[in-house]
């Protein structure tokens, strides 16, 4: 399953769809097949959430939250690029 997007931007809230691919069969990851397996969805979804609670648990063991990188514009464009960030005109 695909990393579940996060609704209304708020990390704290997660979607309640994520998008599932099979990349035996597409590798490209061009078509979601999430619809059509509802209980796969809920299966990964249900793992998803029960790591979420066991991490916000650790975390308050471990201290707070470092504070975020700075990315120079050469690694952003590069990162874009291997679609690991949006592009900043898709807001």
């Given at each position: 399953?695909?990393?579940?997007?996060?609704?209304?931007?708020?990390?704290?809230?997660?979607?309640?769809?994520?998008?599932?691919?099979?990349?035996?069969?597409?590798?490209?990851?061009?078509?979601?097949?999430?619809?059509?397996?509802?209980?796969?969805?809920?299966?990964?979804?249900?793992?998803?959430?029960r790591q979420d609670e066991r991490d916000r648990a650790l975390a308050t063991h471990v201290g707070p939250a470092a504070r975020p990188v700075e990315l120079d514009e050469s690694?952003?464009?590069?990162?874009?690029?291997?679609?690991?960030?949006?592009?900043?005109?898709?807001?």
């Open positions: 399953m695909h990393s579940p997007e996060r609704s209304s931007g708020d990390e704290s809230t997660p979607a309640t769809t994520g998008r599932l691919y099979d990349l035996k069969e597409d590798p490209g990851e061009t078509r979601d097949v999430a619809p059509s397996n509802p209980d796969v969805v809920a299966s990964f979804r249900s793992l998803l959430d690694l952003q464009r590069e990162l874009r690029a291997l679609g690991y960030l949006d592009d900043p005109g898709d807001d």
